[in-house]
């Protein structure tokens, strides 16, 4: 579901905003669409309330949050990984992945498949479909 209104939001700024960039687009509690985006200049509230505003068609089923990433910036697709790589990261899972659901460490690779972390336990390649989410963390 999540990817599916990610998809949808990505089209429809493209149009009308092409240089903000959806970090992440996620369902929360069914009823709530939590949207990190960013943008060259950074994230203004004019620009949130721009976004929000020519997301009219996603406010009719949800309730919506825009937000600029933050600290913590979440890390969704290949391209956000290698950008970051060499920062530390926490990188949740879906499932179990060599018995553990979480990895902290920094990012030491990102291919158009996998993100290989250099956690406390070790460096782990963990393929993108698994991952449930990941964001930045402080050093």
Do not use: W
Not at 19 to 38: C, H, P, T
């Amino acid at each position: 579901m999540r990817m599916s209104v990610q998809a949808d939001i990505e089209a429809r700024l493209a149009k009308v905003e092409p240089d903000v960039e959806v970090l992440l687009a996620e369902v929360v509690g069914g009823d709530l669409v939590r949207l990190f985006i960013d943008h060259p200049q950074g994230v203004s509230l004019d620009l949130c309330e721009r976004v929000s505003h020519h997301l009219a068609m996603v406010r009719e089923t949800y309730a919506l949050e825009v937000s600029s990433p933050g600290i913590e910036r979440p890390l969704s697709k290949p391209e956000h990984f290698r950008r970051y790589v060499g920062r530390r990261a926490r990188v949740r899972t879906r499932g179990h992945h060599e018995g553990r659901r979480s990895f902290t460490g920094e990012l030491l690779g990102a291919t158009a498949d996998t993100v290989t972390v250099a956690a406390d336990s070790g460096v782990v390649q963990i393929p993108y479909a698994d991952i449930m989410r990941s964001n930045l963390v402080g050093d």
